[in-house]
């Protein structure tokens, strides 16, 4: 799906889907059906506040539609005055979670000071993003980090979460390979890697670092730590 939505993005600004003239949701949810095909499943149409075009979800990738359901628009909708980027902000509001139900117990628990501020991360051991965060986050105070291994760069990522996961102190194993560049030692047992990759799946995670706050909202890759802490900070008022 995702190369799907980034060849139509490079192909045509507008792409025609027919010469007929629609209107309304059912008939742009018609339209879009019928260009897609098998391909994608249509989660939901809705009208936008964008020139009157509908959105259409597909999973977590949203396109437009006019509302003659002649073309479709593909890519980031930016008000320029505000310079919000209001197709991200729609994205990340569907990508949004119950933070309740993720099952916490599975992950590496790092608590700092009060440990007020709440969130989670999914890292790959392998991602230099996540190995720069990981420094980065030593000075963070009054937080509780809920870290899940999740190897998706390589069969060794899979091998450094499973032998992360198997140590009797995982919070100082996941510090010695993040933040010192001591290699794990190897280990068996029957760790929860296989249920973290399933989950990690099932919330579309793509890439890593990728982070779930308290009020479950998504932010999808590295960010600058003075704007995680913003964004914690506003949450947890």
């Known amino acids: 799906m995702k190369k799907l939505f980034a060849a139509l993005m490079f192909a045509l600004p507008a792409l025609a ?9 059912a008939e742009a949810r018609k339209a879009a059906e019928n260009f ?8 939901s149409v809705r009208k936008s506040n964008v020139l009157g075009l509908f959105e259409v979800q597909i999973g977590p ?38 933070f309740s139900d ?10 700092r000071g009060n440990g007020k501020r709440v969130f989670v991360s999914f890292e790959d051991p392998n991602c230099g993003y996540c190995k720069r965060f ?36 995982q919070n100082k194993a996941w510090n010695d390979w993040m933040v010192n560049n001591v ?11 296989d249920k973290i990759v399933a989950l990690g799946q099932k919330l579309n995670v793509r890439g890593t670092p990728n982070f779930f706050l308290a009020d479950g909202s998504r932010i999808p890759g590295a960010i600058p ?3 995680l802490e913003s964004r914690l900070n506003a949450v947890t008022k």
């Not at 359901?69 to 729609?90: H, I």
């Open 17 to 25: 889907f027919s010469s007929t003239s629609f209107a309304g949701e």
């Open 36 to 43: 897609f095909g098998e391909r994608a499943k249509i989660d």
């Open 61 to 98: 990738d949203v396109f437009y539609v006019d509302d003659k359901g002649q073309y479709a628009f593909f890519g980031d909708v930016v008000d320029l005055k505000s310079k919000q980027n209001l197709t991200e902000e729609r994205k990340n509001k569907l990508s949004q979670i119950k």
């Open 102 to 111: 993720l099952p916490l117990n599975l992950a590496i628990k790092q608590v």
């Open 134 to 169: 990981a420094k980065e986050t030593q000075n963070l105070t009054d937080v509780t980090i809920y870290i899940y291994p999740f190897p998706i760069l390589s069969a060794d990522s899979y091998e450094k979460s499973r032998n992360i996961l198997c140590a009797a102190d």
């Open 183 to 193: 290699t794990p030692p190897t280990l068996k047992c029957d760790s929860n890697v």
């Open 225 to 227: 730590l003075a704007q």
